[in-house]
């Protein structure tokens, strides 16, 4: 079946740190990734995609590209802030029948101080 | 409202009582979806609608969850008989077709149940 696996945390930067969380993935085919956020007390939300080998996601400062080789999809920030402390899911669409069907990690909480 | 909307935002009840949490999602969204996320751990898919009906129904982990969405707007999920086990974070999504891949899909902040 599909699965992710992100870095445990918590992890805890200064500001203007340079952040990776690690993402690996085991799928069959081709599927889309994702990373979602979750602040705190809010819903979680997109923040960046790749919907193919070699794409590359970024929003925010943060970017993530597609490695089919290594089945990875690693996240990065240069610099990071203390308004990024959050949690971070790594996740997976399946290509093909079942493709609504998301499958994500287990979360990385960040948090950043001043 | 501009987001999706979930009811209660926490749920307190004893084993083996009856449950249902609501879901309000984007006004136009057609697809709707449910997760469950346990402590430490990622959400995990129970169902998904197009429409009114269920198109997906796999990841209900057994017969005393159910959900509805009648009208194809407003989605309940039903727990019956419920057992410690089932306490988790419970997570409605909506999107404006089936994400087919794109993954956007926009998240209510949760009904987070508590079974004693």
Known sequence: GNSVTQMEGP???SEEAFLTINCTYTATGYPSLFWYVQYPGEGLQLLLKATKADD???NKGF????RKETTSFHLEKGS???SDSAVYFCALSPS???SYQLTFGKGTKLSVIP | GAGVSQTPSNKVTEKGKY????CDPISGHTALYWYRQSLGQGPEFL???QGTGAADDSGLPNDRFFAVRPEGSVSTLKIQRTERGDSAVY???SSLYSSGGRGELFFGEGSRLTVL
């Open chain 1, 56 to 58: 590359k996601g970024s």
């Open chain 1, 96 to 98: 093909g029948a079942g």
């Open chain 1, 63 to 66: 970017e993530a590209t597609y």
């Open chain 1, 11 to 13: 992890v805890t930067l």
């Open chain 1, 80 to 82: 990071v802030q203390v």
């Open chain 2, 47 to 49: 169902i998904y609608f």
């Open chain 2, 19 to 22: 449950v249902e949490l609501r």
């Open chain 2, 91 to 93: 997570l409605c999504a």
